[in-house]
């Protein structure tokens, strides 16, 4: 009941944001976009919509992780935490109290940039619905990442490590721009070691029809998702102390 | 009926003593205000009263339940209202109200009902409606008291509630203060000692962490020898130098 209110609250507080909505939402349909035209004008396959979609998606993804930092960032250094500090609240509701109504705006996000990528030519079967379902534990991801940057950093901060470092971590060792092959090395070795690369495969993994390739990928998808949660919880509760 | 009871409450940070083996008895229905110059150690003893910190030494009582052992006891029945104006600023009025109700467990039948009533007994009913950041300072005040007791709490503090406020908003929440008194137990801390005068069966006076003295104004100007308040502060609270 606790948990649901704070969620009730924090839904209201994004949907009157709609700025951030819209730009979230609407991000990866432009790039998509982008790189179809791209993609029309070169003789070489580049950024193929089946094997693109689920990059771009995965990418979108990391502005959610920025909004959902900012939220739980600004909330940090208003007075309105000093009196929810007080409350009942423990630091497990406030980490599920703003993941809940942050899951289904990311859930929208991939849906969106799946719907245009149909427009683009993505052809519509159960792979396509499966990928949507396999790349939901890397909203997860994002949203846990984005609370525990926010649980760590003001509101400046969280722009600068989620906006531009995240972002960037995210398009250059997921693997969605290019065969991380191509580079090899070091720089492959330590994006395996990440969660974005294996959050794309899984989901293309699930486009193209190979299904046991899906969960090893996915297991690091959500070891990652659970381990940044668990990590967020117990930052936020060293953080309800300090803060007041 | 002891409604706070402290044992050598005490804070350090660092090198700097903030609360010094704090003693003090507080009865339940009681106003109590406590005062003091800035630093005098106010506001670090209601959030340790309220359990927003820790004590770094000795322990309270709250209603029965120790704060350093029970705190999640403590704040199921007390609220705070911040020194700051603490509401949801894109929540209207109303669903601040249901928005607090919620976090204290109550279902969404009864948070509607409990907000009903604190809209008709604050006189919120005009702006139910309106965002909370729309609304003067002396309204947000006043929504941001009826927000600290819509969990009907058994203990109310409030920090600074007229601070920054214009003399007729102060007035009508000493109104609304006054009303209060006799139902729970209120701490109160200010600046104002026109306002603990008005307001408090009993004031505390702190200076350098320490509780110089404890009494109604008439005791205490009797125990300095002055006679009025502000004189009978001053001589306690400068007792041993004014500690800047």
Known sequence: MRTLAFALRNTKEIIRDRLNLIFGIGFPVAILLLLTAIQANVPVELFVIDHLTPGVAVFGLSFVALFSGLLIAKDRSSSLMLRLFTSPLTSRDFIFGYTLPLFPMAALQIIFCFAFAVILGLKVNLNTLLSIVVLLPAALLFISIGLLCGSIFDEKQVGGICGALLTNLSAWLSGTWFDLDLVGGAFKKVAELLPFKHAVDAGRAAMSGAYQNIMPHLWWVIGYAVAMTIIAILVFTKKMSSDA | ?244
């Not at chain 2, 005068?197 to 009797?222: N, P, Q």
């Open chain 2, 1 to 244: 009926m002891i409604a706070i009871q402290t044992k050598n409450l005490t804070k350090t940070y660092k090198n700097k003593t903030a609360v010094n083996a704090l003693n003090l008895s507080i009865n339940q229905g009681e106003l109590f205000a406590l005062l003091g110059v800035n630093g005098a150690g106010k506001t670090t003893t209601i959030k340790m009263l309220s359990c927003l910190i820790k004590p770094t030494s000795g322990d309270a009582e709250v209603l029965g339940h120790s704060i350093n052992k029970e705190p999640f006891a403590v704040k199921q029945q007390i609220n705070v209202s911040p020194q700051e104006t603490a509401v949801a600023p894109n929540l209207s009025v109303r669903e601040n109200l249901e928005f607090i109700a919620g976090i204290y467990g109550n279902d969404r039948k009864t948070s509607i009902e409990k907000a009903n009533k604190m809209i008709a007994s604050f006189g919120l009913s005009g702006i139910e409606k309106d965002k909370a950041k729309t609304l003067s300072g002396g309204w947000q005040r006043r929504l941001s008291i009826a927000m600290a007791l819509i969990s009907e709490p058994k203990m109310l503090f409030l920090d600074e509630p007229t601070l920054g406020l214009d003399v007729i908003a102060r007035r009508e929440l000493w109104q609304v203060i006054e009303g209060l008194k006799g139902k729970i137990t209120i701490i109160l801390t200010t600046h104002y000692l026109e306002e603990a005068v008005a307001l408090s069966d009993r004031i505390g006076i702190m200076a350098r962490g320490e509780l110089k003295a404890a009494g109604t104004a008439d005791e205490l100007m009797k125990q300095a020898g002055m006679d009025n308040f502000e004189d009978a502060f001053i001589k306690i609270a400068g007792e041993g130098g004014s500690g800047v």
